[in-house]
């Protein structure tokens, strides 16, 4: 067997434009996470950390360097294939939880289902599971502003795990909770990136998650030490 990273980024720039200004967002960024790995990142606002999420997230695109997620380089991928990846391979969780506003508990996790075309009784067995892994199963059809702040996080770490993503990125994901609240949706995230085969990587700000993590890097001025 081979090991290979779950992630490879090789001097990653990133700069945007701000009039006639550029202004460097990540200064050749060296990261290698390891499979099944749960890794935070930290660093003051501004400091770049989101801008690396969202490049490993294949949301945004990068200047220079390559990223390799497992042993696919998919930084130069067109948007239709970077799309199909983000759908199969990737899971989302933000601090503001994005979920559907529309849409129950269980229409929101068994979305990402419907994007991959998993038929009706698959579908609903891995939504009925996951709902029973985040304690909601009495819940399944409120609404999310029906629910606390903690109980929305649980359902955005259900919707973000119940593909099997290899990789789960999550920006400031306790940052709203309270201690106990915020120490439950850790543990979950732990015990199903376990369970799912998942790697973890986590920008945030909390104590109370760096000190749960495999490994803890530091980002200052668009610089990973």
């Known amino acids: ?3 290979v990273p779950a992630i490879r980024l090789s001097r990653i720039v990133k700069q945007y434009r701000m009039g006639d200004e550029t202004i460097p967002a ?5 990261l290698d996470v390891s499979s099944r790995a749960f890794v935070a990142i930290r660093g003051p606002s501004g400091s770049g ?25 998919v930084g130069s991928l067109d948007e239709r294939a970077r799309t199909d990846i983000r759908r ?9 939880y994005n979920l559907v506003p529309v849409m129950s ?16 009784r698959e579908r609903r067995a891995r939504v009925l599971e996951m709902l029973h892994h985040v304690g909601l199963d009495a819940l399944a059809d409120r609404l999310p502003d ?7 996080q649980r359902v955005a770490v259900a919707r973000a795990l119940v593909k099997a993503p290899t990789l789960v990125v999550a920006d400031e994901p306790t940052a709203n909770l309270d201690t106990a609240t915020a120490e439950q949706i850790i543990d979950l995230m732990k015990t199903l990136g376990a369970r799912f085969g998942s790697t973890f990587l986590v920008a945030t700000h909390d104590e109370r998650m760096v000190v749960h993590c495999d490994r803890v890097l530091c980002m200052t001025d668009g610089v990973l030490q």
Do not use: W
């Open 146 to 152: 029906q629910l606390s702040g903690g109980q929305r």
């Open 88 to 96: 199969h391979r990737i899971g989302f969780i933000f601090q503001s």
């Open 49 to 73: 950390k989101s801008t690396l999420l969202n490049i490993c997230g294949l949301i945004d695109h990068f200047d220079a360097g390559s990223y390799q997620l497992g042993e696919q380089e």
């Open 1 to 3: 067997m081979t090991n």
């Open 26 to 30: 990540l200064k050749g960024i060296d």
């Open 105 to 120: 508990v269980y229409d929101n996790v068994e979305y990402p289902l419907l994007l991959l075309g998993i038929g009706d």
